[in-house]
């Protein structure tokens, strides 16, 4: 399999132009491809759910931070934006059950590409719609 089908090499175009949100998406981006490196490379399942269960935490701890800022910028689509992230999380688990479940590291792989499919659509089409929104705006500052 080809490495870049593996791997998300991070772009400027994910930018959001907000420091601490691009730098909590540059690291879940490096999250997900240290997650499927780990498994091409046979990791063992402890360290995949390991790995997992510290990406959801950051996930959380992240989709929280950026609703508090939607909320702070009075964004319109907050609620939405919330929604998809609460769909996110529960998709998440979901995979996370599913690896739990097969000890088949290719079943694993096929998970790991599935996260990554949904982070990726997250962030360029949802997180891309407050960004526009962002630049919208006179006078935002960042904050
Ligand atoms: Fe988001
Ligand atoms: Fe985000």
Redesign the pocket.
């Known amino acids: 399999m080809e490495k870049s089908e593996w791997e998300i090499a991070w772009s400027d175009c994910f930018n959001v132009g907000v420091p601490e949100i691009d730098e909590e998406h540059r690291k879940f981006i490096s999250r997900v491809n240290d997650l499927n490196k780990t498994i091409i490379g046979g990791g063992d399942k402890a360290t995949v759910e390991r790995m997992m269960d510290l990406m959801l935490k950051e996930a959380t701890h992240h ?1 929280w931070h ?1 609703q508090e800022l939607l909320v702070r910028w009075k964004y319109p689509d907050t609620a939405a ?1 919330t929604a ?2 609460a769909q996110l999380t529960t998709q998440f688990a979901r995979v996370m059950k599913e690896i739990e479940e097969s000890d088949i590291s290719f079943v694993w792989a096929l998970k790991g590409l599935r996260l990554k499919q949904l982070l990726v659509e ?1 962030l360029l089409k ?2 891309m719609k407050y960004r526009d929104f962002l630049r919208e705006q006179t006078g935002y500052t960042g904050q």
């Open positions: 989709f950026e934006h998809t992230h997250h949802e997180d």
